[in-house]
């Protein structure tokens, strides 16, 4: 449990550290005193002794000194830089404090706040960069690399930009690993540096009919495909909130993609044809396990459930939820209630995550893991109108402002629900896509990703499901 | 009939059950009544799955919904569901002159299926409601209503005409009471989706449309689904209730209508300028549909499409 979080002041590095009164509860009784010395745990595992002061009359204005000008220089603390204090239990009943450092990351030059602590921060780089060496990852080199980086604090991007040519290696090694999924639109597939992440967990977002429900469903099916088709050779978990998974239409995008992978047999190779057996479009529908949900209890109960769901059935290789929002915007009166049951839905997804990536190191190279898609429809309303407008109108910068304003404005208001579910979600979000109407054409934008650009791209959705956006569009925009 | 009893798993069983996708084909699907319509609709309305109808009064929204309440009580072989429908009115006076004109033409478009004594009207529940709190005070009648089915012909349908009425009086446009409204809608859309998974139903909504006053930003302009801008009698509209509600929908149709002057009629020099209305459907957005459109005219036995 987070005690409090606070961006560093001048002060706050140079002499002590300061905190709001009412986080005093959570610390150790004072008794009569003025001061008390408790222990926290960084990071690293090493303890820290902070001493906490407080004034005996009036307003108390807590302190933290002792170690704390120590643990700055030893950490090469900065203004700006983020610390959370926080409390646990542990069995024994007695608490422990832990601090955590956030630095601001750098990626390409722009200054992305995530929502990770250093040491994460380090694995998602690795991950971008190297997934084939995510195993082994802890082998003597990389491990020194890691402790070099927490000690100095190395700048993220000179570690990239210091060997482009293994990155290159790395990732071309990565996409013959097949660790993503493709949208089957060669454009949006590009701009997703190979299509939809496996490793991580995306979000998708959109106003009604642009084609979230498409996408999920051709990513549905995609996963089944042969790993030289953008596939993973996969099955799918698609859950259905809303009711607007219609069978006929994944029979539909199924028989388009069965067609199109026999089509693609005939230039590949000969041989390959006759080892590998044919798909049918019955079968790709057998392969998605889907789930209809009428209510946040089964919703919450079938993600308690999807743990054993996805250890008794091993070879599920995406998840998709649809929408994972619905069901959380009926009126929940209880604020509290809403946010513990976000937090418990979010905890879960965490084991699940955990769970997935200790399959995948006993499996090795078994590329399998899960992708959790969660199409969170934003809690756009009447009131967003100039944020959608800003939005709409230069979406490369502007879907920033949305979110931020979102988060900021309505945090008074019943608003609360998208942004506790946003904020909840977006530790595990790793990208968010965003699907928007720019002119006629449906465009996708990649709000957020740790170590791909935003950039946008036109897709469409044709009787055979996702596809590039028709060549006269593509014209008309290069004109 | 079997699909219809209630899958106690669904609400008592917290584990839930998958299926896969191939147990919900073939979808079924209420027919209008009209080849170009259905072919529009790809076969009908959908069950499991709300349907919302917009449209500006007088473009046939009611039309359509007591074509289908009609409609589903005949048999699968011709469409149908052979279901009774459960109707809850907001707006006032419930045409019922109209609903007995249909009926009576539909009476004699299959006089085999319905017998001398047995009158379509009969099969269609009338319920007024006036509040949206109203709404969904009556769900738990609703669901006892759609589970204890004495009639002979279980209901398979439900139309809400319209939902826009529900919401008209009671709501400012201020923050508290937007968020009020929109909480209500996921909340009706909930109990409406879960009754339609249960009960395998047909649920059509109407909706009305507002005129798009400013050009400027506004929540109006964000366009939802197919077409770049709703017009209808020559003006610019957009759905009612907003962003909110969209999402509370699996699939919206849009009825426009516009008058054209169709040229002279009755020769010779004093000749009167005829005008003709054209009306069509446009699929605005749906999971399983493609961006389709076709022309109706509404005559006195129905809704009928039309090739021009």
Not at chain 1, 132 to 159: F, R, T, V
């Amino acid at each position: 449990m987070a005690i409090f979080s606070k961006l560093l002041t001048k002060t706050d590095i140079e002499k002590r550290l300061s905190f709001p009164t009412k986080c005093l509860r959570s610390l150790p009784c004072f008794g009569r005193g003025h001061a008390v010395d408790f222990h926290v745990m960084d990071e690293c595992g090493q303890v820290w002794t902070f001493r906490c002061t407080i004034r005996k009359k009036n307003n108390p204005k807590p302190v933290i000194s002792k170690d704390w000008s120590k643990f700055v220089s030893s950490k090469h603390l900065d203004v700006g830089d983020k610390i959370t204090l926080s409390k646990l239990d542990n069995e024994v009943g007695c608490a422990f404090y832990r601090i955590e450092v956030k630095k601001p990351v750098k990626l390409f030059g722009v200054n992305v706040d995530l929502e990770i602590s250093d040491g994460e921060a380090l694995e998602i780089l690795k991950v971008a960069s190297s997934p084939g060496s995510l195993m082994d990852g802890l082998d003597g080199s990389n491990a020194i690399l890691q402790q070099e980086q927490q000690q100095q604090s190395l700048n993220p991007k000179d570690w990239i930009v210091a060997d482009p040519q293994n990155a290159w290696d790395l990732l071309h090694e990565e996409r013959s690993l097949m660790t993503r999924l493709t949208t089957s639109c060669a454009d949006l597939d590009d701009i997703l540096g190979g299509g939809i992440s496996c490793k991580q967990v995306t979000e998708i977002g959109g106003v009604p009919g642009i084609g979230k429900t498409q996408l999920g469903i051709q990513l549905a099916v995609n996963v089944q495909m042969p790993s030289y088709c953008g596939g993973l050779g996969g099955k799918a978990i698609y859950i259905d909130t809303e009711g607007s998974f219609m069978g006929e239409r994944a029979q539909e995008i199924a028989e388009a993609c069965v067609e199109d992978i026999s089509e693609y047999k005939r230039f590949l190779h000969k041989d390959l044809q006759a080892c590998q057996g044919e798909i049918h479009g019955k079968d790709v529908l057998q392969n998605i396990y889907f789930f209809r949900i009428c209510s946040y209890t089964e919703q919450i109960a079938l993600i308690n459930y999807l743990e054993e769901f996805i250890s008794d059935h091993k070879d599920v290789k995406i998840v998709i939820i649809d929408s994972v929002a619905f069901h959380f915007r009926q009126g929940f009166e209880d604020l509290a209630l809403r946010t513990r049951i976000l937090g418990e839905m979010a905890l879960k997804l965490v084991k699940l995550a955990k769970m997935c990536s200790l399959a995948l190191t006993e499996l090795r190279k078994v590329f399998g893991t899960v992708l959790i898609s969660v199409y969170f429809e934003h809690a756009y309303h009447l009131s967003h109108q100039y944020d959608v407008a800003c939005f709409l109108n230069d979406a490369m910068y502007a879907a920033v402002v949305l979110l931020n304003q979102v988060t900021t404005r309505y945090m008074e208001g019943s608003f609360q629900l998208s942004f506790s579910l946003g904020d909840s979600w977006s530790r595990w979000c790793t990208n968010r896509i965003i699907l928007y109407w720019n002119r006629n054409e449906r465009y996708a934008y990649i709000d957020k990703s740790p170590y791909l650009r935003p950039a946008a791209a036109p897709y469409s959705v044709t009787a055979r499901g996702i596809r590039n956006s028709a060549p006269h569009c593509k014209r008309s925009k290069l004109v | 009939m079997s699909q219809i009893q209630s899958d106690p798993s669904t609400h008592n069983n917290l584990r839930p059950a998958f299926m896969t996708p191939q147990k919900l084909l073939p979808v079924e699907k209420c027919s209008l009544g009209c080849p170009i319509l259905d072919c529009c609709m790809g076969g009908g309305i959908p069950c499991n799955s709300i349907t919302e109808i917009v449209a500006e009064s007088g473009s046939g929204k009611t039309q359509l919904c007591l074509q289908l309440s009609l409609r589903a009580q005949l048999p699968p072989f011709l469409g149908g569901l052979s279901a009774s429908s459960l109707y809850l009115y907001t707006e006032f006076p419930f045409p019922t002159r109209r609903l007995h004109q249909l009926s009576s033409a539909l009476q004699c478009q299959y006089p085999q299926i319905f017998a001398s004594n047995y009158d379509p009207c009969d099969r269609i529940f009338l319920q007024s409601v006036n509040t949206a709190d109203q709404l969904l005070d009556i769900m738990p009648q609703v669901e006892s209503f759609l589970e204890n089915s004495k009639t002979r012909l279980p209901v398979r349908v439900i139309v809400i005409d319209s939902m826009a009425a529900l919401f008209r009086a009671e709501f400012e446009n201020t923050a508290s009471d937007l968020i009020r409204r929109s909480s209500l809608f996921f909340k009706i859309s909930g109990k409406l989706k879960e009754f339609a998974k249960r009960f395998n139903l047909v649920v059509l909504v109407t909706n009305q449309v507002m005129d798009v006053m400013d050009s400027g930003e506004g929540v109006n302009e964000v366009r939802i689904g197919n077409l770049s801008g709703m017009y209808s009698s020559g003006r610019r509209v957009c759905p009612a209730l907003g962003l909110s509600w969209a999402n509370c929908v699996n699939s919206r149709l849009f009825l426009s209508k516009d008058e054209y002057e169709s040229g002279l009629v009755g020769g010779g020099e004093i000749g009167f300028l005829s005008r003709e209305t054209r009306r069509r459907l446009h699929v605005v957005f749906a999971p399983h549909l493609p961006d389709l459109s076709c022309e109706f005219v509404i005559r006195r036995e129905g809704v009928v499409g039309v090739n021009r």
